[in-house]
């Protein structure tokens, strides 16, 4: 394997190490592929290493972990990483790969490369798909896709014949927190929770990172606890509470599109500043959509756990609130806690459909503490 800094995204994959060592391997000899499809179930890392090999492309020396560029990527915050995600209940709009298309032949902000990040790939329609086709095939110089999906059954045979496949091992629960807590240096049931809320290890020692992210976890779990006694206003308000607390990490990102399009604004046109724009827009919403989708996650996490511990079964994973879980527990049956997850559940699902946020969070409090309290 050639030599990683440490501190480098790509050296954080340790959980998958082939993969890890084969993208090292092509951008030490400077041979990457212009488009990656990287294949595998939910859980096995797949964004992770798009992020990191996305670092590797960006940063002049390779990856270092260190400079300006590395800590962007990390951050989501470069200018030249383009994160897209399918912004339909149907999957990718069409508007969207236009969008992408024109941004490629758009000359790079910071760095020498642009690379993008398409999630959910097997969400591509054929409309969407047949546009991106020919850029996936001759992107310009200095281009490079990453595509993400589950398996290549499920993605057209025109864009897998496109890429380069990189399959995925599945990384069992257990794995995947030795790794954090290799990385981090935090105690391993820390890390198991980080890995349940986060999804995965490289974002898992992301959230042990941002005390901000960690502060609307904790929002959550606040919320959940004062649940069995709280009233309609009470809940009104925590799900304002929670709005806050999830858009408190977007500040540095929309202070590096402020600066990003404050220094297009002389030469870009009036039309151009404005796609700019919207793209921005679109991804302040993504990230939103991602932070919910990390509140939610605790809260799912936290009423398995309390199902758990009314079924005597063990295996909590957050032990840094064992007295909410305790308390919860105490207040509420298996039915009510296993409706509480459907509840979260539900949440989970009218946000990936773009519902409000705030008005989903107010639903979901609402039937997790009618879940609770039921007897039967
Ligand atoms: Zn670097």
């Known amino acids: 394997m050639p030599d990683l800094a440490p501190a480098s995204l790509l050296a954080q994959l340790d959980t998958q190490p082939r993969v890890r060592d084969f993208l090292a391997r092509a951008v030490t000899s400077g041979r990457t592929s212009h488009a990656y499809l990287f294949l595998g179930a939910p859980g096995s890392g797949k964004l992770d290493a798009a992020w990191a ?125 030795r790794a954090v807590a290799q990385a981090t240096g935090a105690t391993e049931p820390r890390c198991r929770m980080a890995v349940a809320v986060a999804g995965s290890p490289v974002r898992a020692i992301a959230f042990l990172k941002s005390a901000e992210r960690q502060e609307a976890r904790r929002t959550m779990l606040r919320s ?32 590096t599109q402020e600066a990003v399009l404050s220094q297009n604004a002389d030469y870009l046109s009036r039309g151009a500043l404005k796609q700019l724009e919207d793209r921005q827009k679109r991804e302040l919403n993504a990230r939103e959509r991602s932070g919910m989708m990390e509140v939610l996650a ?10 758990l511990t009314l079924e005597d079964a063990g295996g909590i994973v957050n032990e840094d609130a064992h007295e909410t879980v305790g308390r919860l527990a105490a207040a509420t049956t298996v039915p009510g806690a296993v409706r509480a997850i459907r509840a979260v559940t539900a949440a989970e699902r009218t946000i990936a459909r773009n519902i409000t946020p705030q008005l989903a969070l107010e639903v979901m409090l609402l039937d997790i ?8």
């Open 224 to 255: 959940l606890d004062a649940l069995p006694h709280a009233d309609e206003l009470d809940i009104l308000r925590a799900a304002k509470e929670l709005i806050m607390a999830v858009k408190a990490p977007l500040a540095e990102v929309k202070s």
């Open 53 to 177: 090999l996305a670092q590797a492309l960006v940063c002049e020396h390779g990856g270092c972990g260190s400079c300006e560029a590395c800590v962007r990527v990390a951050r989501h915050t470069h200018p030249d990483v383009h994160y897209y995600a399918p912004e339909s209940v149907t999957g990718y709009l069409i508007g969207q790969t236009r969008d992408l298309i024109e941004d490629v032949s758009l000359a790079p902000i910071r760095a020498k490369t642009k690379v993008y990040i398409i999630d959910q790939a097997d969400r591509l329609r054929a409309d969407s798909a047949n546009a991106l086709l020919k850029t996936l095939e001759e992107p310009p110089a200095g281009v490079t896709f990453i595509l993400l999906g589950t398996s290549a059954e499920t993605i057209l045979p025109t864009i897998v014949s496109r890429c380069q496949c990189v399959p995925f091992r599945m990384v069992a629960p257990a794995d995947a927190a």
């Open 369 to 376: 503490r009618k879940a609770l309290l039921c007897r039967s």
């Open 298 to 307: 605790s809260a799912r996490s936290l009423m398995r756990d309390v199902l």
